[in-house]
């Protein structure tokens, strides 16, 4: 079973490596998202300079969140919605409670919002008695299952479609039918959640956006739940983080004009909505009530850290894609609530090195995650801050905390270090297979089965080489 | 290509359909045939700026409003076309109400050829103009699609399984 627990990602990743299914669900959705990708970039002109718009459009956002958030306030004020400030997870999960409960709610229904799984709230109210329904496929799917999302767009990207025509069996009393194409599921599910949209009594969705020159909120979807959610129940609850505040609509833009392309190959996906205020006195529909609530829960500290570029994050999901580490072990194995190179960033920071501190080691630093984010996020130099910290604050494990110290005494000492050199370099000749290009090390054959450490040659060492060449010298 | 061109093309592309008609009558025939070829019953719901300006068509039961989800056929108007990436843009308000471009079945979107601009840049000048924005304004580019499951797209998630837009003019 895989642990729910950062710390736990070695054993979880183990057990991923072994677990055939997701290895072919993973192998899929790569292929899938890298392609897609792919293609939509190759149809712009310059997509470099797009890239620049929208960091430049999120950095001018960054610069300035305090002032962002009260003139976003103000307008959303002025079009008839509340802010709420939640500084905790806790916070923001009490207030939707309240709200939920001063409206004696029943039946809520949910957009996908990933800042939602951070305070997790479907627990909290699930715990007050409330009948939680997911609307997003994705979601809907691993709440059936039980599971938290796997991918920060594609939350069931784990499951194959038998595995979801096996859930459905089992939670939709629908009798004998034909579930063996994609469409039939999609389309159950459609029915399913059709009857939820309407009984709903409130509506929460995330935010990808949060344009404060107008007290806009946008949502991004291709299924249209997000709109369905925010619109047909009396009250509409928007819950969001910080760092999604931009200055104005071009700088929402921007954002736009990357976010889609690099997330699922579209130059734009088939909804997005900018949502103001609940419903205007003319108006034959929308919420009565329009709620937003703004996340802290750190990120205010983050901002005046040296990571404060991770908050440029759109959540995009293409370091996800392009990791070699997520590729092979999935989501589960971070035992976080963001997985993938931006998860081992975050998980640290959200939820405290003690908690995250093995995550920034599931990284080859192979620099594809940095090359592939439209926001310039530097992720494998964040990923090594981060190892410092852990090592700082003596969190990595003694024995390798030992290595790291013989290390730093003998690269100190250049006599030793020679000597050292030579000695292993006399001593691996004995460790050579029959090939006598590779090294056979004893106690290290999980090392050995992945990958070959290659013998040094036989001829003379660089350092006495140069020496001797030295000596030569008049 | 034209900017209407291109519209037509990258919509196309975005899985919708699109007809080309010189004015609002012309639709008629060509609604009434797609209900005949999908067996559909020959009722269509109207956004109340389409209702005023409506023609004679005998041959469909019309209504107007908004949807509690029983229409499967809903028309409205959009305030805008985006070419270079097949996006309609809708606002709502008392003519508009926004449950009918997400609940039917089959959404009917009416566009003039002079309310189509090449890009973003433009759309969002023009609503900053607006003043105070709409309660919602919504980009749609193709019916609701999903790939939730193995990757593969499917139509008609949650939204409109057909996107039908009439580019007038
Ligand atoms: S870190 Fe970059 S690539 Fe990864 S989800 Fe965030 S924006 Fe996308």
Redesign the pocket.
């Given at each position: 079973m895989i642990q729910r627990d950062a710390r736990q990602f070695i054993p979880n990743s183990e057990q991923a490596l072994q677990d055939t299914t997701l290895q072919t669900a993973l192998a899929r959705a790569k292929s899938g998202f890298l392609g897609k990708r792919r293609k939509a970039i190759a149809l712009v002109d310059d997509f470099e300079f797009l890239k620049q718009q929208a960091q430049a459009a999120k950095q001018r956002a960054l610069d300035n969140i305090p002032a962002l958030l009260d003139q976003f306030e103000h307008n959303l004020n002025a079009a008839g919605g509340q802010l709420h400030r939640a500084a905790t997870p806790d916070d923001l999960n009490r207030i939707v409670l309240d709200i939920c409960q001063r409206r004696q709610a029943k039946i809520i229904t949910k957009g996908k919002s990933m800042v939602s799984e951070e305070t997790h709230l479907n627990t909290a109210l699930e715990q007050a008695g409330l009948d939680v329904v997911e609307t997003d496929l994705g979601e809907y799917i691993i709440q059936l299952a039980k599971e938290p999302p796997s991918h920060?767009i594609a939350p069931a990207v784990h499951k194959t479609r038998q595995a979801v025509a096996e859930l459905f069996r089992h939670h939709h009393a629908l009798g004998e039918r034909d579930l063996n194409e994609i469409s039939n599921l999609v389309e159950e599910a459609r029915q399913m959640l059709r009857q939820r949209f309407l009984a709903a009594d409130v509506g929460i969705t995330g935010a990808n956006l949060l344009v404060a020159s107008t007290g806009s909120i946008a949502i991004v979807t291709n299924e249209g739940n997000g709109d369905l959610t925010a619109t047909l129940p009396p009250v509409h609850i928007v819950t969001a983080s910080l760092e999604k505040l931009v200055e104005n609509l071009e700088d929402a833009g921007a954002i736009l004009e990357v976010l889609g392309r690099?997330a699922t190959g579209q130059a734009m996906s088939a909804y997005t909505t900018f949502f103001t205020g609940p419903k205007r006195p003319s108006e034959l529909d929308g919420p009565e009530e329009m709620h937003v609530i703004v996340l802290d829960n750190g990120r205010s500290d983050i901002l005046q850290s040296e990571f404060a570029a991770m908050l440029?994050?759109?959540?995009?999901?293409?370091?996800?894609n392009h990791c070699p580490v997520y590729s092979n072990v999935g989501g589960h194995a971070y035992g976080s609530v963001y997985p993938?190179?931006?998860g081992s960033v975050l998980t640290p920071l959200l939820e405290g090195l003690n908690q995250g501190h093995v995550l920034p080691n599931a990284s080859t630093f192979c620099g594809r995650?940095a090359e592939?984010?439209?926001?310039g996020?530097p992720?494998p130099d964040l990923l090594r801050k981060l190892r410092e910290q852990e090592h700082r604050q003596q969190l990595d494990s003694t024995g390798w905390r030992m290595v790291l110290r013989f290390y730093s005494w003998l690269a100190t000492r250049p006599r030793w270090f020679h000597l050292a050199m030579r000695a292993i370099t006399f001593t691996q000749r004995l460790l050579r297979d029959a090939s006598g290009t590779r090294l056979r090390v004893p106690f290290s054959n999980g090392w050995n089965r992945q990958r070959e450490l290659p013998a040094a040659p036989d001829a003379t060492p660089f350092l006495q080489q140069w020496q001797k060449q030295q000596e030569r010298k008049p | 290509m034209n900017t209407v061109e291109r519209f037509i093309e990258t919509l196309t592309a975005n899985a919708a359909h699109v007809s080309c008609i010189r004015q609002l009558d012309e639709a008629i025939p060509l609604i009434e045939r797609f209900m005949q070829e999908k067996a559909l019953p020959p009722r269509l719901h109207l956004s109340p700026a389409l209702q005023r300006e409506w023609p004679v068509s005998n041959g469909i039961t019309l209504s107007h409003g908004t949807t509690d989800g029983t229409h499967k056929l809903c028309a409205s108007r959009a305030w805008a076309g985006i070419a270079d990436t097949g996006t309609l843009v809708l606002l709502s308000g008392p003519d508009n109400p926004t449950r009918l471009n997400f609940l039917p079945d089959y959404h009917l979107v009416f566009l003039r050829k002079d309310q189509i601009v090449a890009d973003k840049k433009a759309i969002w000048q023009k609503l900053e103009q607006q003043g105070a924005l709409p309660r919602a304004v919504n980009f749609i580019s193709g019916p609701s699609r999903t790939a939730d499951i193995e990757q593969t797209i499917a139509l008609g998630a949650h939204g409109p399984r057909f996107l039908w837009v009439f580019v007038e003019g």
């Open positions: 920060i690099s440029r994050c759109i959540r995009c999901g293409a370091c996800l993938g190179p931006m995650c592939v984010c439209p926001m996020i992720l | -």
